[in-house]
């Protein structure tokens, strides 16, 4: 049973039906979504109160989505705590800086990498909040309440992955 | 009414129970493979589609559970709403910062975890930012573009017309029948 966790990976099929019993626990437990956007504008006005609290009660985000520590703040360090000890047991961890199917294209330049990736963050967050959720808040737990606001929007999350990382291997790495 | 509501309302109760459903899915994202860079970058190349089949389980799954459950009464469901303005452009913008950056909000924290640091101070630095542009833009986006389109129904249900039970049956045989041609198609 142990050598079972400490497989370096679990069959897709068998990590997404156990997300699948997750988001069901969610709902029951947590009367929530299984999302993790919104942990993110949290800690960012979390981040702002500590600088400026005026600023935080002028915005009007903020009054709908509450920075404070609570259930869908906690899944984010939950996710790095779960991916480490997941990483641990089948002695994946390690650390670096550039993915080496990047690296292979682009070079390992660390600084290059790191900029291309805030970059990325940046739109991510900025599209995350735009359209109300993530690939877990929409893709998973929105589609699987057959909202089509959610089957949609994984759509879309889709199709400008994919055309993008088209662009960026396909035709500048190609 | 569901039944766990007392649950729901104990603050202290739900912040340890973030944190276990967040290591429980951290530790199923990196048993599923998604935390990789290239497992997700490849999926958007069409050439492995480990995140697909991860995705299709888990909604097969939810989707049945969530709607049993409901059906008992033991949960409430919160399908979003949405608009054109904000699900397809949101959407779109997100894609394109899924690609350039490999991951998405949930699995770069589990990237982080299994010591991806590009994750760190790339993708999650990037998402604080991009939230909080977010919430600068906010009260301007409200009443303009995030209204725009609105879709015609909340759910798949209620646009088709159907019975829920048989929606979901035909999205159940819909989502093994992908499966399927994804496995005959050598995937």
């Known amino acids: 049973m142990f050598e079972y966790f400490m497989q370096a990976t679990w069959s897709p099929y ?21 999302g993790c956007s919104s942990a993110f504008i949290k800690a960012r006005g979390m981040i702002e109160k500590s600088v400026s609290a005026e600023s935080v009660k002028k915005k009007e ?16 360090p939950g996710v790095i705590i779960g991916a480490f000890i997941s990483a641990m047991l089948s002695g994946q961890f390690h650390l670096y800086w550039v993915p080496s199917m990047w690296g292979n294209v682009f070079g390992y330049n660390a600084a290059i990498r790191i900029f291309w990736a805030l970059a990325g963050g940046i739109l991510l967050g900025l599209g995350a909040r735009w359209a109300g959720g993530c690939t877990s808040g929409h893709g998973l737990s929105g589609s699987s ?11 879309c999350f889709f ?16 | 009414m569901p039944m766990l509501t007392p649950l729901h309302q104990k603050k202290s109760a739900q912040i340890v129970l973030g944190l276990l459903t967040g290591i429980a899915f951290g530790f199923l994202l ?12 490849n999926q958007l190349l069409l050439v492995d589609f480990t995140v697909m089949k991860l995705m299709l389980s888990a909604v097969m799954v939810a989707m049945l559970g969530l709607h049993i459950m409901k ?12 608009t054109i303005g ?14 350039l950056l490999g991951y998405c909000p949930g699995t770069v924290a589990g990237a982080v975890g299994t010591g991806a640091l590009d994750a760190l101070f790339g993708g999650m630095a990037g998402l604080v930012i991009g939230t909080g542009i977010f919430a600068d ?50 995937h």
Not at chain 1, 19 to 32: K, Q
Not at chain 2, 30 to 41: A, D, N, R
Not at chain 2, 86 to 99: E, K, R, S, T, W
């Open chain 1, 61 to 76: 985000y903020y009054r709908d989505v509450i920075p404070q520590v609570d259930w869908s703040f906690m899944i984010i």
């Open chain 2, 137 to 186: 833009l906010y009260p301007r986006l409200k009443t303009g573009i995030l209204k725009k389109g609105p879709f015609p129904s909340v759910t798949v249900q209620e646009f088709l017309h159907l019975p829920v039970g048989i929606v979901i049956v035909f999205m159940e045989v819909a989502m093994i029948a992908f499966l399927v041609l994804l496995q005959y198609l050598g």
């Open chain 2, 71 to 82: 059906y008992y009464g033991y949960v409430q469901l919160h399908p979003a709403e949405g």
């Open chain 2, 30 to 41: 990196q048993k599923g493979g998604v935390t990789e860079y290239s497992v997700i970058v």
């Open chain 1, 159 to 174: 199709a400008g992955g994919i055309a993008t990382a088209f662009v960026i291997f396909g035709i500048i790495g190609g």
């Open chain 2, 86 to 99: 904000a699900n397809v452009i949101g959407g779109l913008i997100f894609g394109v910062g899924f690609a």
């Open chain 1, 145 to 155: 309440q057959l909202s089509l606001a959610s089957i949609v929007t994984a759509a």
């Open chain 1, 14 to 34: 068998v990590a997404g039906a156990s997300i699948g019993v997750l988001i069901c626990l969610s709902f029951l437990l947590a009367d929530r979504p299984l």
